[in-house]
Every structure is written in C-alpha cells, then in structure tokens.
T-cell receptor, first 112, second 115 residues
Framework: AQSVAQPEDQVNVAEGNPLTVKCTYS??????LFWYVQYPNRGLQFLLK??????LVKGSYGFEAEFNKSQTSFHLKKPSALVSDSALYFC??????????FGTGTRLQVFP | DGGITQSPKYLFRKEGQNVTLSCEQN?????MYWYRQDPGQGLRLIYY???????QKGDIAEGYSVSREKKESFPLTVTSAQKNPTAFYLC??????????????FGDGTRLSIL
C-alpha cells in the first residue's frame, strides 16, 4: 500500500536561511509525488510535482524538491526562507490511481 | 477566474441533523473529491467521483453521502450517523481520473462545528 511520512511536525528557520521540509514515501511502483502548501483557513495550493526525469524539481515561490529513489525521499527545499513562507506543508503520493495519499503535514515557522 | 467554490465557509450542525456542503467548479474537470482535515492527521478521503453519475467511497465514507448529477457540482451531506463531524472539509478536482500525474485543485474549505 502507498504511504507518505513527514517526520517533523514543525520546522523552525530564521528568515534568509535555507529550509528543508522532509518527506519519505512507500509505493510498489513508480511514484508521482507532490508538495502542497496550506495557509490558515484556506485550501491547499499546489507547489510542485515529480513525475519523471530530473531529480531536482522547481516549483512556485522559489521552492524546489529533490527526488531520491534510493532513499525514497522527496524533500522540499528553498535557498532563502521568507516570513511569508510560514504555513502548513503537505507531501502527497499517487501511484496506480488518481487518489492522492497525503502526509500528516509539517508546520513551517520562519522567524524574522 | 476558474476555480472551486465551497459554501458555506462556516456551518453549524445540531444533534440529529443532516447538513449539506456545497462544492462547485468551473474548471471543466472530470474528477472531484471530498477530504476531511483534522489537526495532526492530514487529509483523509471521504468520497470521490471520476465522472458524472458515478462516485466511490474513500477511506472514511461512513456517515457521509454524495451525489454527482452535474459535472460542475459535487455536494457532500454529513448525516446524523456521523458522530464526530467537527472538522475542516475540503473539496478538490482534477482534470481526468486517468491522468495520475495532474495536481488536484482545492477549494477554501468549509469548517463544520457541532452546536
């Protein structure tokens, strides 16, 4: 069965520093991987996806993610964090159907 | 602008009452989904529909019902059988259920509380 794990409930980072939000997955075949962001009392917004090809995927708002097949990971990264990046981040995986399996979310706090 | 509209934004339910959450999309998407979001649990799939007049149960369908009479609309009814309905409900859509690599688009949610 497909599954996604986000091992950190919260990540704290100072503004201007690089940030990483971790995600690992488990699928039996080739994964389709996604990152979404959620601001308070809003729906999820799509950030980026990995389907195939380059292991480094670039997305919205300066975010990128690195796919690592051997470690079954898809960590979200940004070179320089902004206070406005503070939000809840979800990793998701899709395999044989269009159903997405979501992680439990990681709250990112960026301090000025 | 194309998007997904959920209404109402806040909803209160009395004991023994059924309530219906609205979800409308003008993206011309075939597939639509309902999720429940609870703190610390991520999103859990309630029901999904791949095409008009067809829908399937997700992981937590008990106490909920849906209909898909029009492509644009996928209302969710929270019945009195759902004993713990307090949650944030999110509706989403995607282009085509056969295209697994397309992202889902989300509405801004309905927050349901018990009176």
């Amino acid at each position: 069965a497909q599954s996604v794990a986000q091992p950190e409930d919260q990540v704290n980072v100072a503004e201007g520093n690089p940030l990483t939000v971790k995600c690992t997955y488990s699928v039996s075949g080739n994964p389709y991987l996604f990152w979404y962001v959620q601001y308070p009392n809003r729906g999820l917004q799509f950030l980026l996806k990995y389907i195939t090809g380059d292991n480094l995927v670039k997305g919205s708002y300066g975010f990128e993610a690195e796919f690592n097949k051997s470690q079954t990971s898809f960590h979200l990264k940004k070179p320089s964090a902004l206070v406005s990046d503070s939000a809840l981040y979800f990793c998701a995986v899709s395999e044989v159907t269009d159903k997405l399996i979501f992680g439990t979310g990681t709250r990112l706090q960026v301090f000025p | 602008d194309g998007g997904i509209t959920q209404s109402p934004k806040y909803l209160f339910r009395k004991e023994g009452q059924n309530v219906t959450l609205s979800c409308e999309q003008n993206l011309n998407h075939d597939a639509m989904y309902w999720y429940r979001q609870d703190p610390g649990q991520g999103l859990r799939l309630i029901y999904y529909s791949q095409i008009v007049n067809d829908f399937q149960k997700g992981d937590i369908a008990e106490g909920y019902s849906v209909s898909r009479e029009k492509k644009e609309s996928f209302p969710l009814t929270v019945t009195s059988a759902q004993k713990n309905p307090t949650a944030f409900y999110l509706c989403a859509s995607s282009i085509d259920h056969r295209t697994q690599n397309q992202p889902q688009h989300f509405g801004d949610g309905t927050r349901l509380s018990i009176l």
